[in-house]
């Protein structure tokens, strides 16, 4: 009876605990929305009418409300429009205060927030402190730095994050990664320079990441270099990310090594290599891709059959391909005209009676009955 | 369409449109230290209500809102005969959003994150 008196007690404390928390809490937060509204004015009239008198005093600086009207001011303008705004951060001492909350030790929501903040406001002034904790203890510490350096096109941070690669989780990895895209161009060459002496790494080295970002980023002129790796490159894995990044960013200069690599004894390989094909767009490679279609393997006979959809001429090729004596020719063939829509236009032609007899041919090779004879 | 509440007080009336409460606040400092009377929607629904009042002489309007799309919220005025000028604000970088904002009848297109100097300058070219 006690015991229960007792445990009836400390649940109404607590649930009344709850709600005065609920209740404190929301007001905060209230309080909070307000001040990031006054703020959001105070930083608007900064911007619209640069020499603004309107005072922002040190202690905003170390307002969670202002760095959030700050960053949401910053999201709004392109870059050309923020000069006015550098000012602001400067006379507040912003970068100071939030940096100082980095060193600290504990509490880590509070470092994270202030690396946040800081890869958030992208203030050139801050690349140093951020340069500072690439190297730090916590993974997401150094994963917000890099992207607060990449933000900021610090292009210095570029070589310390491949230097980093190596020793980093998969988790880590693919955030740089990510990271490293952001600097565009400017990472083209360090990338493919960090590549040419890693791309026989031995282990997980992140090596794959790093060759996809290249397509992401998009330069073509990197194409001749990367197909270079084609030839040496052991790992399959890499050879395979080279490839698909060639298909994005290669152009007919990769066409060469990827015709070595449409006979490689991997079928992973072959069936890559076709679908890099289908991207470059060059219709030079259709008598390869026809030749695909009676590989061993489902995969290449797939991706060549949907390259030569996508190339010009090749529809005739794989209408070509029905007849052909093989059956896995012929299935990968009929597969692929009716995955673009060649089946439905042939059966409308049919039906319009406007369709020639290769139409009637695909339809009768897909068991489809004759809509007009049925 | 001519305001008369603008002819008579001399500022011209802005409509401005988006559900992102910073850009509606740089928006509105900028146009009222510029001399004009704003008037702010969140939403499209909202856009949409205050336009068929007939008292803007230009409106700004998001391309993404909750509620109505910026180019439904432009169909549906000009399915009502209103005509005021209205300039599209897009983070989207697609042809097809541009090309289908100038279609319903924006007079003109300017990409997110903007530069203020520019939009300013639009707004008064537009309204000159």
């Given at each position: 009876m006690a015991a229960g008196t007792v445990m009836f007690a400390v649940s109404v404390l607590?649930?009344?605990?709850?709600?005065?928390?609920?209740?404190?809490?929301?007001?905060?937060?209230?309080?909070?929305?307000?001040?990031?509204?006054?703020y959001l004015k105070l930083l608007s009239q900064h911007v619209a009418a640069p020499g603004s008198t309107a005072e922002i005093s040190i202690k905003e600086a170390d307002d969670d409300?202002?760095?959030?009207?700050?960053?949401?001011i910053r999201h709004a303008l392109s870059s050309s429009s923020i000069d006015s705004l550098d000012g602001v951060i400067d006379r507040s001492g912003l970068i100071r205060h939030q940096a100082k909350r980095l060193r600290s030790r504990f509490p880590l929501g509070?470092?994270?927030?202030?690396?946040?903040?800081?890869?958030?406001?992208?203030?050139?002034?801050?690349?140093?402190?951020?340069?500072?904790?690439?190297?730090?203890?916590?993974?997401?510490?150094?994963?917000?730095?890099?992207?607060g350096l990449a933000r900021m096109r610090h292009t210095a941070a570029i070589d310390v994050i491949l230097d980093r690669f190596?020793?980093?989780?998969?988790?880590?990895?693919?955030?740089?990664?990510?990271?490293?895209?952001?600097?565009?161009?400017?990472?083209?060459?360090?990338?493919?320079?960090?590549?040419?002496?890693?791309?026989?790494?031995?282990?997980?080295?992140?090596?794959t990441e790093i060759i996809r970002i290249l397509g992401i980023i998009g330069d073509s002129e990197v194409g001749p270099a990367l197909a270079e790796l084609l030839y040496t490159a052991e790992d399959p894995e890499v050879r395979i990310a080279i490839i698909e990044t060639l298909g994005i960013i290669g152009g007919p200069l990769a066409l060469r090594p990827l015709r070595r690599m449409i006979q490689s004894a991997d079928w992973r390989i072959r069936a890559k290599a076709a679908t890099a094909f289908s991207k470059i767009g060059d219709p030079s490679i259709n008598p390869i891709l026809r030749e695909g279609l009676g590989d061993q393997s489902w995969w290449m006979r797939r991706n060549s059959a949907a390259a030569l959809a996508s190339l010009p001429g090749g529809i005739d090729l794989l209408y070509e391909a029905i007849g052909a004596p093989d059956q896995f020719t012929r299935d990968a063939a009929a597969e692929a005209l009716a995955d673009c829509g060649e089946l439905i236009a042939a059966r409308d032609r049919l039906?319009?009676?406007?369709s020639d007899p290769r139409d009637a041919q695909l339809i009768s090779y897909m068991h489809i009955p004759d809509p007009v004879t049925s | 369409m001519q305001n008369e509440e603008s002819n008579k007080s001399g500022l011209k009336r802005i409509l401005v449109a988006d559900d992102v409460e910073a850009v509606t606040t740089l928006l509105v400092t900028a146009l009222e230290i510029a001399g004009y009377e704003v008037v702010v929607a969140e939403n499209g629904q909202k856009a949409y209500e205050l336009g068929t009042t007939g008292e803007f002489d230009?409106?700004?309007?998001?391309?993404?809102?909750?509620?109505?799309?910026?180019?439904?919220?432009?169909?549906?005025?000009?399915?009502?005969?209103?005509?005021?000028?209205?300039?599209?604000?897009?983070?989207?970088e697609d042809d097809d959003v541009v090309v289908g904002s100038l279609d319903s009848g924006a007079i003109d297109y300017v990409h997110k994150p903007f530069r203020l100097p520019e939009l300013m300058a639009r707004i008064r070219k537009n309204l000159s």
């Amino acid at each position: 009876m006690a015991a229960g008196t007792v445990m009836f007690a400390v649940s109404v404390l607590l649930l009344f605990a709850v709600v005065v928390f609920k209740w404190a809490n929301g007001r905060r937060l209230a309080a909070r929305q307000k001040r990031r509204v006054t703020y959001l004015k105070l930083l608007s009239q900064h911007v619209a009418a640069p020499g603004s008198t309107a005072e922002i005093s040190i202690k905003e600086a170390d307002d969670d409300a202002f760095i959030d009207a700050l960053i949401d001011i910053r999201h709004a303008l392109s870059s050309s429009s923020i000069d006015s705004l550098d000012g602001v951060i400067d006379r507040s001492g912003l970068i100071r205060h939030q940096a100082k909350r980095l060193r600290s030790r504990f509490p880590l929501g509070r470092r994270l927030r202030a690396v946040v903040s800081l890869a958030e406001i992208g203030d050139p002034g801050a690349a140093r402190i951020l340069m500072h904790h690439l190297k730090d203890r916590v993974p997401e510490i150094r994963v917000q730095s890099a992207r607060g350096l990449a933000r900021m096109r610090h292009t210095a941070a570029i070589d310390v994050i491949l230097d980093r690669f190596h020793d980093e989780t998969r988790w880590v990895q693919t955030r740089f990664a990510e990271t490293l895209a952001l600097f565009g161009r400017d990472a083209v060459w360090p990338l493919i320079a960090w590549i040419r002496v890693n791309h026989n790494y031995q282990g997980d080295g992140g090596v794959t990441e790093i060759i996809r970002i290249l397509g992401i980023i998009g330069d073509s002129e990197v194409g001749p270099a990367l197909a270079e790796l084609l030839y040496t490159a052991e790992d399959p894995e890499v050879r395979i990310a080279i490839i698909e990044t060639l298909g994005i960013i290669g152009g007919p200069l990769a066409l060469r090594p990827l015709r070595r690599m449409i006979q490689s004894a991997d079928w992973r390989i072959r069936a890559k290599a076709a679908t890099a094909f289908s991207k470059i767009g060059d219709p030079s490679i259709n008598p390869i891709l026809r030749e695909g279609l009676g590989d061993q393997s489902w995969w290449m006979r797939r991706n060549s059959a949907a390259a030569l959809a996508s190339l010009p001429g090749g529809i005739d090729l794989l209408y070509e391909a029905i007849g052909a004596p093989d059956q896995f020719t012929r299935d990968a063939a009929a597969e692929a005209l009716a995955d673009c829509g060649e089946l439905i236009a042939a059966r409308d032609r049919l039906e319009s009676g406007k369709s020639d007899p290769r139409d009637a041919q695909l339809i009768s090779y897909m068991h489809i009955p004759d809509p007009v004879t049925s | 369409m001519q305001n008369e509440e603008s002819n008579k007080s001399g500022l011209k009336r802005i409509l401005v449109a988006d559900d992102v409460e910073a850009v509606t606040t740089l928006l509105v400092t900028a146009l009222e230290i510029a001399g004009y009377e704003v008037v702010v929607a969140e939403n499209g629904q909202k856009a949409y209500e205050l336009g068929t009042t007939g008292e803007f002489d230009l409106a700004v309007i998001d391309q993404l809102m909750p509620g109505l799309l910026g180019t439904e919220i432009l169909q549906r005025w000009q399915g009502e005969g209103i005509d005021m000028p209205v300039i599209m604000l897009s983070g989207v970088e697609d042809d097809d959003v541009v090309v289908g904002s100038l279609d319903s009848g924006a007079i003109d297109y300017v990409h997110k994150p903007f530069r203020l100097p520019e939009l300013m300058a639009r707004i008064r070219k537009n309204l000159s």
